[in-house]
């Protein structure tokens, strides 16, 4: 997943340009295109209430538009809001969010050889490790799934974890050690 | 980049659909409106302060009432319709909604109790959803319709609001659209009717035998 799902940074600036002017139609452009990656970081944190958390995040995230520094990049500043939203809701559930995440399952009926990524895991092994990732501390959790499985830079998973960037590099580290004593 | 690090990259999942909140947006804007609908608010604070005594208090209770917060707004977010019956939650004892509530359910004969996420429910013939909860801040409503401070005993003030449907959140589930209500506060209780043909007299009417003060 690149920073900004392929599309230049130049066209991303003129978008948000566009929105802080009171533009509503560049803002949606700007939330689609990082929309799915929004849900996701939300899905992780939140579980269920994913799909309201980016409701509310990004109506705020539109409120909050004039205090948005233009030249910084759009998607850390709009996962920061809706992470925030996610765990709002986290802590007033009172409980860790149920996740459901499954491992892809490969489709061999289409006659494609699977990719090099796919075919390096056996199935079995994709769910011993998923299972060994659902089972660490939700911070080590989301972690080292906004880092490995979401793909996020070191900004954006700060602005997930709600850390600072410093923090990120020790965070993952630490996953890192956790999940290695419980899946090798 | 180590083993581990690249089995983690090769995880291939299964995420839920990815809902498409941009087309659903409904944005009000930003700066034009913002003096206007400020004004708007105002008035209707002010409208509402004349409406009862205490003005100050009347003010801020216009938009929070203990567990409610109504916010008026020119357009609704987008909710479903769902009978008053749906997502109640699991039935529940008298022992189980006192600990819940932190006191009895109000009133002492009701029918079956439901709870979901320190709410507890029982629907009342109409049909009328009678909901009852502790917690602050616990329901949003978005409202289009009339609002006005109601007298439900001395000392107790409700909310009616009626008309227009308007849009409740209950925490844990996705918005609906809500019919008529009164809401109104006793003690740390936060007490909700809704009916869509709920009438303003009935409710009160209600409301009083919940609380134990009806005529007769």
């Known amino acids: ?184 | 980049m180590t083993e581990l690090e690249r089995d983690l990259r090769a995880l291939r999942l299964d995420w839920p659909e990815t809902p498409d909140v941009a087309s659903r947006l409904e944005l009000r804007p930003r700066r034009r409106l913002l003096v206007p609908a400020l004004a708007f608010a105002v008035i209707l604070a002010v409208a509402a302060a004349f409406a009862v005594p205490q003005s100050r208090s009347a003010i801020l209770r216009f938009f929070h009432l203990r567990g409610v917060t109504v916010e008026r707004v020119g357009t609704l977010p987008r909710a479903e319709e769902r009978p008053l019956a749906a997502g109640l939650g699991s039935a529940i004892d008298d022992a189980r909604a006192k600990i819940v509530l932190g006191g009895p359910f109000l009133p002492a004969a009701h029918g079956t109790l439901y709870e979901r996420d320190g709410i507890v429910s029982t629907l009342l013939p109409g049909p009328v959803l009678l909901s009852e909860f502790g917690a602050p801040e616990y329901l949003k409503k978005f409202v289009t319709s009339n609002v006005e401070w109601v007298k439900v005993a001395p000392n107790v003030q409700g909310l009616w609001i009626a008309g227009e449907p308007h849009v409740v959140f209950f925490p844990g589930a996705s918005p609906r659209l809500a019919g008529n209500v009164l809401v109104f506060a006793t003690g740390t209780r936060t007490v909700r009717l809704e009916g869509h043909d709920l009438a303003r007299d009935d409710a009160l009417a209600k409301a009083r035998e919940i609380l134990g003060t009806a005529a007769g």
């Not at chain 1, 399952?105 to 769910?127: C, H, I, K, N, Y």
């Open chain 1, 1 to 184: 997943m690149g920073a900004v799902e392929g599309r230049p940074l130049d066209e991303e600036r003129e978008l948000v340009r566009r929105a802080r002017r009171g533009d509503e139609r560049a803002f949606e452009q700007l939330v689609r295109m990082h929309q799915e990656t929004a849900f996701r970081v939300a899905y992780l944190i939140s579980g269920s209430e994913a799909e309201d958390a980016v409701q509310d995040g990004v109506i705020k995230a539109w409120r909050a538009l004039g205090r948005f520094r233009s030249d910084a990049p759009f998607r850390p500043w709009l996962l920061r809001i809706v992470a925030n939203e996610a765990r709002n809701r986290r802590r007033s559930m009172g409980r860790r969010a149920a996740l459901t995440l499954r491992a892809e399952r490969e489709d061999v009926s289409g006659g494609a050889a699977p990719s090099p990524e796919t075919a390096v895991l056996a199935a079995e092994e994709r769910t011993r490790l998923l299972a060994a990732l659902d089972a660490l501390p939700d911070d080590a959790r989301l972690a080292l799934a906004c880092r490995y499985l979401l793909e996020l830079d070191e900004a954006e998973t700060a602005a997930a974890l709600g850390v600072r960037r410093g923090t990120v590099k020790s965070r993952v580290s630490r996953a890192l050690d956790r999940l290695r004593e419980s899946y090798d």
